[in-house]
């Protein structure tokens, strides 16, 4: 039902030596070394010969390759010891004979699909080419609209990630955005990510962000850029974690100048989940 078919029998069958001895390896043997490589070829017009020939830089180029290859063919990818479409293998029957399960099991999305691309690295060479290639698939391929919906290839963007964090900010909530986001591509299926993707995108640059003793040393600092008078000092401990911070902006710096001899002093603030004492003069 997916375009051409080698199984893998056949692929391994194949003499690669002798297709490069037949043909123009400068013209016929296609190098990929990334994404951007992608716009000059033709997917939907290769053969099986074309990705026998098809040579990669590194394993994840590859990858690259077979994704793209799945997104404009209709279906998804999994990773693994070799590239595979996502409904390679089938579900565990176990799984789906539970008969007292409180919610409904998830739908069966392995149905033992064949489609399949293993990349062999030649460690002598360094070369990493096409081993065998199957694109047998045993279900239909969907249809283009809908195809940014396939896990392999949804993705928020870093343009999407700074809308994204814009829209926070203007204090949107991610449902508000993810809405936001399908008016104005036409409809939550050409998004090209779901609402749950948000979410991981968020926590994972919170993750590689700053952390927070870093991101308000660094608050502090830019208040400076708008007020000479602002103070801070810190302190760390034996495992160069944040201990101590005190910090006093310029008005309360002349306040106290003026006013010093009334002093409140506030100590009753619980601690957080940081474990620290907040003290308020």
């Not at 062999?120 to 969907?142: A, I």
Request: with cysteine; net charge negative; aromatic share 12%.
């Amino acid at each position: 039902m997916g375009g051409e078919t080698v199984p893998v029998e056949e692929a391994e069958a194949i003499d690669l030596s002798a297709v490069y001895a037949d043909i123009d390896v400068k013209v016929s043997v296609r190098i990929v070394d990334r994404i951007g490589s992608f716009g000059a070829i033709e997917f939907l017009a290769l053969t099986a010969k074309d990705n026998l020939t098809t040579e990669f830089i590194n394993l994840q180029a590859a990858y690259d390759y077979y994704n793209e290859y799945g997104r404009i063919k209709g279906f998804s990818v999994r990773r693994s010891k070799i590239f595979m479409c996502s409904t390679e293998g089938e579900q565990d029957g176990k799984h789906m004979e539970q008969g007292e399960r409180k919610i409904d099991p998830r739908m069966i999305t392995w149905c033992g699909c064949e489609a399949r691309i293993k990349v062999h690295v030649d460690d002598t060479s360094g070369r990493r080419f096409v081993e065998k290639f199957c694109d047998n698939h045993n279900y239909f391929m969907l249809d283009a609209r809908f195809r940014g919906l396939m896990r392999s290839h949804r993705a928020v963007k870093e343009g999407d990630l700074y809308q994204i964090n814009s829209m926070r900010k203007a204090g949107l909530r991610v449902p508000m955005i993810f809405r936001a986001f399908a008016n104005q591509s036409g409809g939550f299926e050409t998004v090209g990510f779901e609402i749950k993707d948000i979410y991981n995108a968020i926590e994972k640059q919170r993750r590689a962000g700053a952390t927070d003793a870093e991101a308000v040393l660094n608050f502090l600092a830019n208040l400076r850029t708008t007020d000479c008078g602002m103070f801070w000092k810190y302190s760390l401990d034996c495992e160069k974690r944040l201990e101590n911070l005190f910090w006093c902006d310029g008005t309360s710096r002349y306040d106290y100048s003026v006013f010093g001899d009334v002093l409140e002093f506030d100590a009753t603030y619980g601690r957080n989940k940081y474990k620290c004492l907040l003290v308020i003069f």
